[in-house]
């Protein structure tokens, strides 16, 4: 599974440390440039911490010429609310349509229908115990077998990226992968040593 970093940290130096691949994540947090301008890379909204319109399209701007690189850009969302995130994604959608749009999948998806016809990708965000659920894990399986780009938000643990990597998620983020080396030291540990069975 591909990790996806917003930081000024060296690439190399994070593939080292963590044994996967790494791909940047650019949000309209930091406004970061790009580190490897021939890579692919993610946009993320921000709404985790704040989400600010102008910030966000203002990112996608200064993105626009590599827009052919981009795996994917999250459509604005709620955190913690899959309704409210459907509804914000109905006035943004349309906004996006030049770019790979993500679905934010938050607490509730399970009974509410995602827009596969308009996503070329989902993003598993929503509290830490959604997201570990069973809700979250049957809305990563079928992505995989509709064919869409499956995105984890917020792995910042072994066991974390261990249980989504099985499940077969393409890339993930993680504010302490991308600040921490020990953090990502840490996965890179876990898997040079499997669980004994």
Same mark, same amino acid.
């Given at each position: 599974?591909?990790?996806?970093?917003?930081?000024?940290?060296?690439?190399?130096?994070?593939?080292?440390?963590?044994?996967?691949?790494?791909?940047?994540?650019?949000?309209? /947090?930091?406004?970061?440039?790009?580190?490897?301008?021939? !890579?692919?890379?993610?946009?993320?909204?921000?709404?985790?911490? #704040?989400?600010?319109?102008?910030?966000?399209?203002?990112?996608?701007?200064?993105?626009?010429?590599?827009?052919?690189?981009?795996?994917?850009?999250?459509?604005?969302?709620?955190?913690?609310? @899959?309704?409210?995130?459907?509804?914000?994604?109905?006035?943004?959608?349309?906004?996006?349509?030049?770019?790979?749009? @993500?679905?934010?999948?938050?607490?509730?998806?399970?009974? /509410?229908?995602?827009?596969?016809? #308009?996503?070329?990708?989902?993003?598993? $965000?929503?509290?830490?115990?959604? #997201?570990?659920?069973?809700?979250?894990?049957?809305?990563?399986?079928?992505? #995989?077998?509709? !064919?869409?780009?499956?995105?984890?938000?917020?792995?910042?643990?072994? $066991?974390?990226?261990?249980?989504?990597?099985?499940?077969?998620?393409?890339?993930?983020? $993680?504010?302490?992968?991308?600040?921490?080396s020990h953090m990502r030291e840490s996965i890179k540990r876990a898997s040079e040593?499997?669980?004994?069975?």
């Amino acid at each position: 599974m591909i990790v996806m970093l917003d930081t000024s940290t060296d690439f190399d130096v994070c593939e080292s440390e963590l044994g996967v691949k790494v791909e940047q994540l650019f949000t309209p /947090l930091t406004f970061l440039n790009p580190k490897r301008p021939d !890579g692919m890379f993610g946009i993320d909204n921000g709404a985790f911490s #704040k989400f600010n319109a102008d910030a966000f399209i203002r990112t996608l701007k200064k993105h626009e010429p590599r827009r052919n690189l981009c795996r994917f850009v999250t459509a604005p969302d709620v955190v913690g609310s @899959a309704i409210r995130t459907l509804e914000c994604f109905d006035q943004w959608h349309q906004k996006l349509t030049d770019w790979p749009i @993500a679905l934010v999948c938050q607490d509730g998806q399970e009974s /509410l229908s995602i827009p596969w016809e #308009k996503i070329d990708a989902i993003f598993i $965000g929503g509290s830490t115990e959604w #997201k570990m659920s069973r809700h979250a894990s049957a809305i990563v399986k079928a992505s #995989k077998i509709i !064919g869409k780009w499956c995105h984890i938000g917020r792995i910042n643990t072994p $066991g974390r990226y261990e249980y989504f990597d099985e499940l077969g998620a393409d890339s993930c983020d $993680g504010t302490g992968l991308a600040k921490y080396s020990h953090m990502r030291e840490s996965i890179k540990r876990a898997s040079e040593n499997p669980k004994l069975l």
